[in-house]
Nanobody, 124 residues
Framework: VQLQASGGGLVQTGGSLRLSCAAS????????MGWFRQAPGKEREFVAG????????SYADSVKGRFTISRDNAKNTGFLQMNSLKPEDTAVYHC??????????????????WGQGTLVTVSS
């Protein structure tokens, strides 16, 4: 599975962005989709994950109530709607796919496919 993330940009505090993750390749096989982010000088951290069916979703505590993950398997695309953005949300956001599990884990090592990342900058 190849992944291409897009939708990042510069936004003011309190603003919104919608990230997209387009998948190609072996997309007919089920995979969990995850979003991670990495700020300068920090480790990559889990943001949100969604199962193939979309029925199982998980979020990092830091984004609960502000971010919404979704997917459209017919279009091989995943989304991360980000509202009420804060400066601490500034990071490169990566989408990822896990082809071996049923629901999302929070460990980057569990994901076998990664997109190139899209930069989100939230100004104060």
């Amino acid at each position: 599975v190849q992944l291409q993330a897009s939708g990042g940009g510069l936004v003011q505090t309190g603003g919104s962005l919608r990230l997209s993750c387009a998948a190609s390749g072996r997309t007919s096989s089920p995979y969990v989709m995850g979003w991670f982010r990495q700020a300068p000088g920090k480790e990559r951290e889990f943001v949100a994950g969604i199962s193939w069916s979309g029925r199982t979703i998980s979020y990092a505590d830091s984004v609960k109530g502000r971010f919404t993950i979704s997917r459209d398997n017919a279009k091989n695309t995943g989304f991360l709607q980000m509202n009420s953005l804060k400066p601490e949300d500034t990071a490169v956001y990566h989408c990822s796919a896990d082809s071996t599990r049923v629901w999302a884990t929070t460990r980057p090592i569990d994901y076998d496919f990664w997109g190139q990342g899209t930069l989100v900058t939230v100004s104060s």
